[in-house]
């Protein structure tokens, strides 16, 4: 069925360096992405979101790529504080509801 | 402000027994969601809603059932507990953008 996944379940960066996470989604229809950090004990906390008639769209720190053609989200944190440490989830939207189809998660740990 | 707010933070069930998770919120948002989440593993919508009155449900519905008859709040209910059902429940709602707010969340442990 439709699904959404994650390379890489844990990343470990230096503080300061540029972290990347990815995420390949398999509905071509899908037309709506949401990057969530989730830390230990919390809910879910959005970062950042992206439509399919775009391709990148910035946040504070945050950048989030969009490659339609091989189905690829990824989700670029600039200079890593020890605060980025998390779990984070790339998201999906199957309807119009906006009913998201979650991936397992990549952790982020940072090295000090 | 105070957000999706979600009660209680903590239960332990008995198999077989019932319960009911509450989930407000007070950003006005017609769109509420309600997710679970299992150990090392991503969110998997339950039920959701689109409006006062209207329900749908999600991904894993079994085992569970939820009302909405206002706009802020919408409970999720077990009816008969099964270790099956222990995890942690999220609570969600959107504005018109799709963007998700979380509650912080519920942990059942059904023994």
């Known amino acids: 069925g439709e699904s959404v996944g994650l390379h890489l379940p844990t990343l470990s960066v230096q503080e300061g360096d540029n972290s990347i996470i990815n995420c390949a989604y398999s509905?071509?229809?899908?037309?709506?992405f949401i990057w969530y950090k989730q830390e230990s004990g919390k809910g879910p906390q959005f970062i950042i979101d992206i439509r399919s008639n775009m391709d990148k769209r910035q946040g504070q720190r945050v950048t989030v790529l969009l490659n339609k053609t091989v189905k690829h989200l990824s989700l670029q944190i600039a200079a890593t504080q020890p605060g980025d440490s998390a779990v984070y989830f790339c998201?999906?939207?199957?309807?119009?509801?906006?009913?998201?189809?979650f991936g397992s998660g990549t952790r982020l740990l940072v090295r000090p | 402000n105070a957000g999706v707010t979600q009660t209680p933070k903590f239960r332990i069930l008995k198999i077989g027994q019932s319960m009911t998770l509450q989930c407000t919120q007070d950003m006005n948002h017609n769109y509420m969601y309600w997710y679970r989440q299992d150990p090392g593993m991503g969110l998997k919508l339950i039920y959701y809603?689109?409006?006062?009155?209207?329900?749908d449900k999600g991904e894993v519905p079994n085992g569970y059932n939820v009302s909405r008859s206002t706009t802020e709040d919408f409970p999720l209910r077990l009816e008969l507990a099964a270790p099956s059902q222990t995890s942690v429940y999220f609570c969600a709602s959107s504005t018109p953008a799709g963007e998700q707010y979380f509650g912080p969340g519920t942990r059942l442990t059904v023994t």
């Open positions: 509905n071509s229809a899908s037309d709506y």
């Open positions: 998201a999906e939207n199957m309807d119009s509801s906006y009913k998201l189809i």
């Open positions: 809603s689109v409006g006062a009155g209207i329900t």
